[in-house]
T-cell receptor, first 110, second 114 residues
Framework: GQSLEQPSEVTAVEGAIVQINCTYQ??????LSWYQQHDGGAPTFLSY????GLEETGRFSSFLSRSDSYGYLLLQELQMKDSASYFC???????????FGSGTRLSIRP | DVKVTQSSRYLVKRTGEKVFLECVQD?????MFWYRQDPGLGLRLIYF???????EKGDIPEGYSVSREKKERFSLILESASTNQTSMYLC?????????????FGEGSRLTVL
């Protein structure tokens, strides 16, 4: 089967940097994605890593290490609007099947 | 912009009723998905489809079925609704293969089974 693990909650200070980790177990691997979901809203796509290394998109970066079955989402210069739930998702056993983690709720303090 | 439209935002049904949740996407995506979201459990995959009339079970298919007669439409069916199927249901679509892994989600259908 497939499974993903990520912390349930993270708290950070406005303007700081926070890292949300994700470890996965899959029978195959195509790529790791990250999604953001605000309360009452739909998940929205942030990033995708198919190869090892860091992908940067503005204040957000995502990292993947396939040998460690591990990835993280890095959020810099945190803003209050970044308070949301963040999900990692893996395309694993088939290129079409996408499985999500249980989500990390990020709370930001002023 | 890609649009994924779910037919109902809120539904209230009684135990034993048959429930249809409809999802339509307008970007000619091959892949479509149904997830349910419950607090603390994240998004759990019920079924997905990679082509018309093709479907595969996700991690929690029991009590559900799906239909994909047209590329743009993916329906989730609860043959006999039960209270433990009270949840938020999210439909998503995405391109087959590719190198983005990006899914586009609908706004969700919140189902309450009494």
């Amino acid at each position: 089967g497939q499974s993903l693990e990520q912390p349930s909650e993270v708290t950070a200070v406005e303007g700081a940097i926070v890292q949300i980790n994700c470890t996965y177990q899959t029978s195959g691997f195509y790529g790791l994605s990250w999604y953001q979901q605000h309360d009452g809203g739909a998940p929205t796509f942030l990033s995708y890593n198919a190869l090892d290394g860091l992908e940067e998109t503005g204040r957000f970066s995502s990292f993947l290490s396939r040998s460690d079955s591990y990835g993280y989402l890095l959020l810099q210069e945190l803003q209050m609007k970044d308070s949301a739930s963040y999900f990692c998702a893996v395309r694993g056993s088939s290129a079409s099947k996408i499985i999500f983690g249980s989500g990390t709720r990020l709370s930001i303090r002023p | 912009d890609v649009k994924v439209t779910q037919s109902s935002r809120y539904l209230v049904k009684r135990t034993g009723e048959k429930v249809f949740l409809e999802c339509v996407q307008d970007m000619d995506h091959e892949n479509m998905f149904w997830y349910r979201q419950d607090p603390g459990l994240g998004l759990r995959l019920i079924y997905f489809s990679y082509d018309v009339k093709m479907k595969e079970k996700g991690d929690i298919p029991e009590g559900y079925s799906v239909s994909r007669e047209k590329k743009e439409r993916f329906s989730l069916i609860l043959e006999s609704a039960s209270t433990n199927q009270t949840s938020m249901y999210l439909c998503a679509s995405g391109l087959a293969g590719g190198n983005t892994g990006e899914l586009f989600f609908g706004e969700g259908s919140r189902l309450t089974v009494l």
